[in-house]
């Protein structure tokens, strides 16, 4: 069986930056092992499978390349403006069933892709010094005010502070102690950022060693739950759009928007969005 693999980078408007991933648009006769199987070949950091949703417009599963996670932002982007630039959806507000609930999505005029994602859930503060140790660095290099916090709007990322941008380039993880470490707190990975850059709410780094992607240019998921950790603290105001760099780094520049609605002191919407463009179609046999 041969299977069409849709190939689009996210929050990039140029193919040289972003975040690749698959996307298969007819995925109903596929099991859960060929999904895998599929998303291993294609070799993205995940690689989305849409099929037809009694709950939803569309039914999306994601699969990075060694397992499938309940969600994943910047295959959602690659996914609905991959269905927009096909014409089988136009600007307008849809749906999608996923394991992290069904969620909101709205295609604007210009293409950009804003999914809703679930609410905040605040977990656990973890230590530094075990952070510290697992980057190669030293915990003088976070933040003193801010702690290391699991934050999960779909998936539990643990959120770390750094206090410059110069720290957040000298990180040196250790791999495998790093997904040990996000095994540990049954997270899906790190998101560091820093606040040191003009013009950007917040610039980032991304680890999740153990779903086989060392480090990452775009992380929708963690965008969300960084704009909800930056909302509830007073550091950013909600209702206005973050703009989260990422993927310096690995020379693959990407923006992410973030919106995070409150109402009193509890948040009640969350947004992340960006555009997507198209890289190429290949085909996969299983």
């Known amino acids: 069986m041969k299977i069409k693999v849709f190939k689009m ?10 975040n690749p991933a698959g996307v ?25 499978f849409v099929s037809e949703s009694d709950k939803a417009d569309f039914k999306v599963r994601f699969f990075t390349p060694v397992a499938e996670v309940d969600l994943c932002g910047h295959a959602t982007i690659a996914t609905f403006a991959l269905m927009f630039l096909k014409n089988r959806i136009q600007v307008g507000s849809y749906t999608q069933q996923t394991k992290a609930g069904v969620l909101g999505i709205e295609i604007m005029p210009d293409g950009q892709v804003m999914m809703e994602q679930a609410l905040p859930q605040f977990g656990e503060e973890i230590d530094k010094a075990e952070v510290a140790k697992v980057f190669g660095t030293d915990k003088k290099i976070f933040s003193d005010e801010l702690p290391i916090q699991v934050v999960s709007t779909g998936l539990r990322d643990i959120i770390v502070p750094v206090k410059s941008f110069q720290f ?39 680890f999740a060693p153990h779903l086989g992607i060392d480090e990452e240019p775009a992380t929708g998921t963690a965008s969300g739950a960084l704009g909800c950790y930056l909302v509830r603290r007073g550091i950013c105001a909600s209702e206005r759009v973050l703009i989260f760099e990422q993927g310096y780094s690995m020379e693959k520049p990407s923006v992410v928007r973030v919106i995070v609605a409150k109402s009193n002191t509890s948040i009640t919407k969350v947004r992340v969005g960006g555009k997507a463009v198209f890289l190429e179609q290949v085909e996969v046999e299983i």
């Open 168 to 206: 957040l380039n000298s990180l040196e993880p250790d791999f495998d102690k790093v997904g040990s470490l996000a095994v540990k707190h049954n997270s899906a990975g790190f998101h560091f950022f820093t606040k040191d850059r003009n013009g950007f709410d917040a610039s980032c780094r991304n």
């Open 24 to 48: 298969v648009l007819q995925s109903a006769e596929l099991s859960h092992s060929q999904m895998k199987k599929v998303a291993a070949v294609v070799n993205c950091s995940e690689t989305a």
């Open 9 to 18: 980078s996210s929050f990039t408007e140029s193919i040289s930056g972003g």
